[in-house]
């Protein structure tokens, strides 16, 4: 059974910067596309940005030039730079099969101060 870790998370102040890290048991490479997705206290889960294996990436409006993913074949990488008190949310990886599935890990918590 593939296992998703989230990590990277912790407490930044605005402007800061933080990588968040998810290894799908080191098999990332299973999954066409991988998605980094988060949920801030009250709201619905969204999706943040998503990269599939050829390389191509897809971003929510409100990261588009302050978010960048990646990927190798072992683990997704989330960089977040300028980071704002609005990007408080638990962060999670997934692939969007397992997300429609409601299938989750237990994400990274990723708190900015004002």
């Known amino acids: 059974q593939v296992q998703r870790v989230e990590s990277g998370g912790g407490l930044v102040q605005a402007g800061g910067s933080l990588r968040l890290s998810c290894t799908a048991s080191?098999?990332?490479?299973?999954?066409?596309?991988m998605g980094w997705y988060r949920q801030a206290p009250g709201k619905q889960r969204e999706l943040v940005a998503d990269i599939t294996d050829g390389g191509r990436t897809n971003y929510a409006e409100s990261v588009k030039g302050q978010f960048t993913i990646s990927r190798d074949n072992a683990r997704v990488y989330l960089q977040m730079n300028s980071l704002k008190p609005d990007d408080t949310a638990v962060y999670y990886c997934?692939?969007?099969?397992?997300?429609?599935?409601?299938?989750w890990g237990q994400g990274t918590q990723v708190t900015v101060s004002s």
């Open positions: 080191g098999r990332v490479f299973l999954f066409n596309t």
């Open positions: 997934n692939p969007p099969q397992w997300a429609a599935s409601g299938n």
